[in-house]
Structure formats: structure tokens, C-alpha cells
């Protein structure tokens, strides 16, 4: 079994930073993109930023400046450094990947950790 394990969640003021961390459980094949995804009461999962196999990123217009999100394949983790938070970044926080379910797998299959919760307070 594989699983993303995220973790640094927690409550802030406005303008601190926070740290995310995900942890890759298990063994993923055919690693493609993976990235970060939040969640705000009563909306849509929007994407905050993605990194690639070969280190490009990419970020929502309402992060890019703030946020920066960076990978380590060798500790199997991916991490998003949050400064200069907002309230409107009030959310569940949640890491993606796109894997293969087997190596022979010819279509990747999205995996989501469990999510965890970021609040600014204003």
C-alpha cells in the first residue's frame, strides 16, 4: 500500500510562515508530476503549485511570490514554504501525485494524502 503523509499544518497570523511536508509511504512508480492542492470551506479544490520529474514549477496567480515548492527524491518528500500568509490561504492543504499503480501501468493515477489544515488569523 502507498500513501502520502502530510504534516506542518497549523495557525498563524497574518504575514507568518508555515512549512508543509509530504512523505511518500510506500512505493510510487512512474512518478509524473506531483504538487499541492487546498481546499477552503464552501469552494472548489484549487491548485497551489506543482513541481515536475525535472524541477519545473508551477504556481497559482493568488501564491506565486509567497509560496515555493520544492522536492527531495531522495528522502521521498516534497515540501511548500508558505510566507507572508494571507487569511484568504485559510485552508486544507493537500499533496498529489501522479503515479502508475504498476510499473507496466500505462495511465498515472492521482494519490491524495489526507490533507491538513492551514488557518490565518487577520
Known amino acids: 500500500q502507498v500513501q502520502l503523509v502530510e504534516s506542518g499544518g497549523g495557525l498563524v497570523q497574518a504575514g507568518g510562515s508555515l512549512r508543509l511536508s509530504c512523505t511518500f509511504v510506500?512505493?510510487?512508480?512512474?512518478?509524473?508530476?506531483m504538487g499541492w492542492y487546498r481546499q477552503a470551506p464552501g469552494k472548489q479544490r484549487e491548485l497551489v503549485a506543482t513541481?515536475?520529474?525535472?524541477?519545473?514549477?508551477n504556481y497559482a496567480d493568488s501564491v506565486k511570490g509567497r509560496f515555493t515548492i520544492s522536492r527531495d527524491n531522495a528522502k521521498n518528500t516534497m515540501s511548500l514554504q508558505m510566507n507572508s500568509l494571507k487569511p484568504e490561504d485559510t485552508a486544507v492543504y493537500y499533496c498529489?501525485?501522479?503515479?502508475?499503480?504498476?510499473?507496466?501501468?500505462?495511465?498515472?493515477?492521482?494519490?491524495w494524502g489526507q490533507g491538513t489544515q492551514v488557518t490565518v488569523s487577520s
Open positions: 513541481i515536475t520529474d525535472n524541477g519545473h514549477t
Open positions: 498529489n501525485v501522479q503515479a502508475k499503480p504498476e510499473p507496466w501501468s500505462v495511465a498515472h493515477y492521482p494519490y
Open positions: 510506500g512505493r510510487f512508480f512512474g512518478i509524473d508530476a
